[in-house]
Nanobody, 126 residues
């Protein structure tokens, strides 16, 4: 049974930085892409960033492009989300997820992901 564990959240002031980590287990990295989602109170879960199985393709939500960077270690089930120039509107619970190839869904559709972390809170104050 696969799983992912996300961590690294915290409280920062606007303009600050955080690095989230995600460690997967129980599945093959070759068969799974990874992504980060976030959900603020009263809002739906939204895709933040996506990376393919070999780290070559990276996709970002418009709201974070140029500020956030997703990466993953080669031959590893570990992924990161580097967040810079944080804004108060980035405040949310952030979730790491791993999804198998073959479902043919948009990168930011949560239904395309199979394993989810429990979430790590990011709070940005103005």
């Amino acid at each position: 049974q696969g799983q992912v564990v996300d961590s690294g959240g915290g409280s920062v002031q606007a303009g600050g930085s955080l690095r989230l980590s995600c460690v997967g287990s129980g599945y093959s990295g070759e068969d799974y892409f990874m992504g980060w989602f976030r959900q603020a109170p009263g809002k739906t879960r939204e895709g933040v960033a996506h990376i393919d199985n070999d780290g070559q393709q990276r996709i970002y939500a418009d709201s974070v492009r140029g500020r956030f960077s997703i990466s993953r270690e080669k031959d590893s089930l570990t992924a990161y989300l580097e967040m810079n120039m944080l804004k108060p509107e980035d405040t949310a619970m952030y979730y790491c997820a791993a999804g198998p190839y073959g479902r043919w869904l948009p990168w930011n559709d949560p239904n395309g992901y199979e394993y989810w972390g429990r979430g790590t809170q990011v709070t940005v104050s103005s």
